[in-house]
């Protein structure tokens, strides 16, 4: 059973906002970084953004930069990701992903192989 299940995706006009989720179950959440990775058809799984185990730490592409948020409820075990000014370019499967060592490597934390677990993926269609 997985342990990562993303949800919240959807179809949204442009210019709109989503907010994904991914709860986390069965493991010690908060020694976890977490990431948000996407996938549009036809291209390779690319990073969006990460927190550190804290949250102390974020990092994101720069093509979210200013409309994206990256967040987390340790408490409640959830990873979080506020879209908003959606863009078409912005479709694609979104994966949340958890890295065990926890804290955010500046050298790696862009790179998919960095992350021990995937969730399922949540689609996000923005339409024009």
């Known amino acids: 059973q997985a342990w990562l299940v993303e949800s919240g995706g959807g179809l949204v006009q442009v210019g709109g906002s989503l907010r994904l989720s991914c709860a986390a179950s069965g493991r010690t959440f908060n020694s976890y970084s977490m990431g948000w990775f996407r996938q549009a058809p036809g291209k390779e799984r690319e990073f969006v953004a990460v927190?550190?185990?804290?949250?102390?730490?974020?990092y994101y592409t720069d093509s979210v930069k200013g409309r994206f948020t990256i967040s987390r409820d340790n408490a409640k075990n959830m990873l979080s990701l506020q879209m908003n000014s959606l863009k078409p370019e912005d479709t694609a499967v979104y994966y949340c992903?958890?890295?065990?060592?926890?804290?955010?490597?500046?050298?790696?934390?862009?790179?998919?192989?960095?992350?021990?677990?995937w969730g399922q993926g949540t689609q996000v269609t923005v339409s024009s």
């Open positions: 927190i550190s185990w804290s949250g102390g730490t974020t």
């Open positions: 992903a958890a890295d065990s060592r926890g804290y955010v490597a500046s050298t790696s934390y862009y790179k998919a192989e960095t992350y021990d677990s």
